[in-house]
C-alpha cells in the first residue's frame, strides 16, 4: 500500500508523532512543577484558576500544533514544486 493510500485509509495520522528523549524531559519537568504549585495552593478559587491557565494553554499549544503542521506541509510542497519545475 502507497503512503497515500494509508493516509486515505487512516492507517496514518499526522497529529501522531515521536517525541524526543528532550520533550520528554521537559514534560516531565513542567509535570512536576505544576503539581509542586497546585499543592501550594490552598484555595479552590486559586486551583480553579490554575486549571483554566492550563486548559488555556493545551488549547494553545493544540492550535500551535495545528498551525505548524500547515506551514510544514505547504513548504514540503513548494519544495517538491520547485524541484519538478527545474526538471
Known amino acids: ?5 494509508n493516509f486515505y485509509f487512516r492507517n496514518i495520522d499526522p497529529s501522531e508523532y515521536k517525541q524526543s528523549r528532550d520533550t520528554k524531559k521537559k514534560l516531565t519537568e513542567m509535570t512536576k512543577l505544576l503539581d509542586e504549585l497546585r499543592s501550594m495552593l490552598t484555595t479552590e478559587q486559586q486551583k480553579e484558576k490554575l486549571e483554566q491557565i492550563e486548559n488555556s494553554q493545551l488549547s494553545l499549544i493544540a492550535l500551535s500544533e495545528k498551525d505548524a503542521y500547515i506551514e510544514g506541509f505547504k513548504l514540503g510542497v513548494r519544495m517538491t514544486t520547485e524541484i519538478y519545475a527545474d526538471t
Open 1 to 5: 500500500m502507497t503512503t497515500l493510500e
